[in-house]
């Protein structure tokens, strides 16, 4: 599978060292620490230019000393702080961020919220640079998860995050929650040089038995040159075996000078003179790994063989996983795509059963056509996708609004609407089915997908004409509902007088939910196809009432103007 791959660390760490964020993300942070040096430096300032607000966090005195610890989320959340609950999923609720980052962050939190709505304000016209040193850098990596969650991506410019030297911020399951936000991840760059203790001073002297595990894209730096990776394993490789002389002498709280550093990379990256030729790799994904190793400093360490083969095996398999998740991603909306297809195809089988005046949902429910056996093998191949998909999304940090982006949220909605009342027919064949809606019958990735809907258009419009599918896919079940209220009623020997009532009651409300729906226009004109259950409800529902019952619907219905829905 590799013998076609290659790594482009390399190239994509030239365009970030000659691009402009990363500069102008340092000098922010030199113009921070200048505001007033002989003092105890603020926490963050915000500078703003033309189209650019840049956000720079400092680091306080002394904000490293035994700090190196991990709390818990849910260690936060019983001491009532709850801001990062958003990020736990249902297979991973729980996850730990580092102590010194998330004290600082507690004890500017009022601050830091007013920068925070600010910047939310500002990110729908203006890019927005969050920065750090050390844990300054952590800082800004929780305060930037934090804003993320107030943005909407469709409607504002996504922020950048630009650490440098930032100690690792959290553990395993805060880097698989984050990775949950597709979106999110490329919102992170992590700057690192082989001479600076301070990102790996956590990994050296944390003993909480936790492990620190990063996220994010970082740019790891040597005198050698630079490489850009995403792989958790190569970034701990590099934060924890290099220990150059000058690492090991220096002090994590002594802030190391990035300037100097990215300039150099910018001349060697404009000047093509960090390449080393690996001509002994014939394969192009392991030559071009062992030259990012050369260009970080990793294989300079002169790390034993053995080390350095299963580091090089496991970029490789890193690599490679991130081709499938791609070609995975690729896959899903050209699936998507067939999908869509295969729910068009269901619109000649509502033609079929109109031309015989019945309605899909009946014909479907009777199981006396040929073109049933098609229909029920691309119900269960839509079927099968979308309980899949909405699955994997349940899955997934549940925040406020839909987590369907409008494209899949629309198809899902249109699969619903079409696919449910298959189902439904299905149900109500059973002996003694009822209530399908509200007793615990009716399929979790239906109520997902309308609930996902639902808080999506919030102030929807009213229709100026009829649906094409009934907007409520449980309508049918609700027919179904009232047909059997009917049957028990005229079935008047084994009724209380009670139960009569109350079947009366339910039957109005249910009358009342029917011309809601055909005032709105959300229910398609199909409905009132002579062979069709409505219609079938209507008759005995009418012999139950009177004719001479006077309603809004009885009225609409006994005048005949349904024929006039279209």
Known sequence: MTHNQFSSGLESANLVVTSDPVHQAWSAIEKQKQINPNAEPILCNVTQQSNLTIIAFGTPLGSLLEEEGLVSSSALKADNFTDFEFLGTKSNKSFSINQAAIKLFRSNYDELNRKKTKLIELSKTSLVIITGQSVG??????????????LDLLKTKRPLCITFGSPLVGDEHLRQCVLQFTTWKSCFLHVASNQDPTPKHFLTRNTSGASYKPFGAFLLCSSSGCACSED???????????????????????????GQVLEDLKHKALCKSNSQSIERERDPLQASIVTQLLAIGVLAQQQPYT???????????????????KKKNSGSDKKLNKMKTCL?????????SNFLNTGYYDMYKKQ?????????????????????????????????????????????????????????????????????????????????LEQWLEKKIEGKAKRQMPATSNEDSCFWAHVE???????????????????????????KKFEDYVWDVINNYTVCPDIFLAKGSFMRWWKEYKGIVGSAYSSQLADYMNSRTYLKYK
Request: with cysteine; charged share 25%.
């Open 137 to 150: 850098g952590s800082v800004a990596t929780l305060f930037t998860l934090w804003l993320l969650k107030g």
């Open 232 to 258: 958790p394993d190569l970034i701990l490789e590099q934060l924890v075996t290099t220990n150059s002389q000058s690492a090991q002498n220096q002090d994590p709280n002594i802030e190391f000078r990035y």
């Open 307 to 325: 080390e350095m083969k299963n580091l090089i095996r496991r970029m490789k398999k890193h690599e490679t996983e991130l081709l499938i998740q």
């Open 344 to 352: 068009a195809l269901f619109e000649w089988y509502k033609k079929e």
């Open 368 to 448: 006396c056509n040929p073109s049933d056996i098609n229909v029920n093998e691309y119900k269960k191949g839509l079927w099968n996708f979308w309980e899949d998909t909405v699955t994997e999304v349940e899955n997934k940090p549940q925040m406020e609004g839909s987590p369907l982006g409008v494209r899949w949220l629309w198809a899902g909605t249109n699969y619903r609407r079409m696919i449910e009342p298959l189902h439904i027919a299905e149900f109500y064949k059973k002996s003694g089915a009822r209530n399908y809606k509200n007793g615990g019958k009716r399929p979790t990735h239906f109520i997902l």
């Open 481 to 507: 509902d009232a047909i059997i209220l009917c049957n028990l009623l005229n079935n008047g020997e084994s009724v209380t007088d009670v139960e009569k009532v109350t079947y009366k009651e339910e039957l």
